[in-house]
């Protein structure tokens, strides 16, 4: 019976169908293909996002695998938000950068989840850990605010393995970026929310990377001349054309430096 049941969860590792995991889910495929998401953002004013050149001082071990070597291998960990970041592909956009490396995406969600119930070391196990990661990406909308969980979580996992660790910040959600006092609150230092300004602290002093995808996707949305509702499925997800603004963005995050800023 033992052997039955490998079986069975080989031949849906195989398959990539989404694994279930105690209320949450494993996708191990991409869930679109490139021909899909080529033409999805074709019909899109293109993402212009130039990434801070800084970013690979704690990326060493992503950056030498993407330039150097055969495979890296993507935990994607959080909510619905991070699972819509994942289904745009970005993994087959930064491939075409680096074609010596094939990136494995693992994306470990569960709905309005973040760090918060992820931290519960069995889960942080089944969802991060077990997959072998050399980088783990951490993001949302559905935090709550917990620094304190997100320091844990990264704790468990640098106790556990040696991969890089990237924070991210939310995106879509209910945020309007096109109302000036909520730009504000994205864009402008001197009104971060207190949660922006304690993830990119947290990220400082635990050695991981950070990206504010909030204020990347925000600054998209004002310059872009299409309505916000363009790019959504319902009032907090982003629809194809959304999914590709954050792919772009993380492909752009990982792609070689190329700007002069």
């Not at 990377?209 to 959504?232: Q, V």
């Amino acid at each position: 019976m033992k052997s039955k049941r490998k079986v069975i969860l080989l031949t849906v590792l195989c398959l990539g169908v989404p694994l279930f995991a105690g209320d949450g889910y494993i996708i191990l495929k991409n869930q679109r293909t490139l021909d899909q998401i080529q033409h999805i953002y074709s019909e899109m004013p293109p993402v212009r996002y130039s990434p801070p050149l800084n970013r690979w001082k704690h990326l060493s071990e992503t950056k030498k695998l993407l330039t150097e070597g055969e495979r890296l291998r993507v935990v994607m960990l959080g909510d619905s938000i991070v699972n819509d970041t994942s289904r745009s592909c970005w993994n087959l956009l930064l491939e075409q950068k680096y074609p010596k490396c094939r990136i494995i995406k693992i994306t470990s969600v569960r709905g309005s989840t973040g760090c918060w119930w992820y931290r519960q070391p069995e889960r942080l196990r089944r969802f991060v850990l077990d997959h072998d990661p050399n980088l783990v990406m951490i993001g949302g909308i559905s935090q709550r605010g917990n620094i304190s969980s997100i320091r844990d979580v990264i704790r468990q996992i640098r106790k556990g393995s040696e991969a890089d660790i990237l924070l991210m910040t939310g995106a879509f959600g209910r945020v309007d970026p096109r109302e000036e006092a909520q730009w504000q609150r994205i864009s402008d230092p001197n009104h971060y929310s207190e949660y922006r300004r304690e993830l990119e602290k947290l990220a400082r002093q635990s050695g991981a990377a950070f990206l504010d995808m909030e204020a990347a996707w925000g600054h998209y949305i004002r310059e872009c001349g299409k309505d916000l509702e363009w790019f959504k499925r319902d009032p907090i997800h982003a629809n194809e054309r959304g999914e590709q603004i954050l792919g772009h963005i993380l492909a752009a995050y990982l792609s070689p430096n190329t700007n002069k800023k």
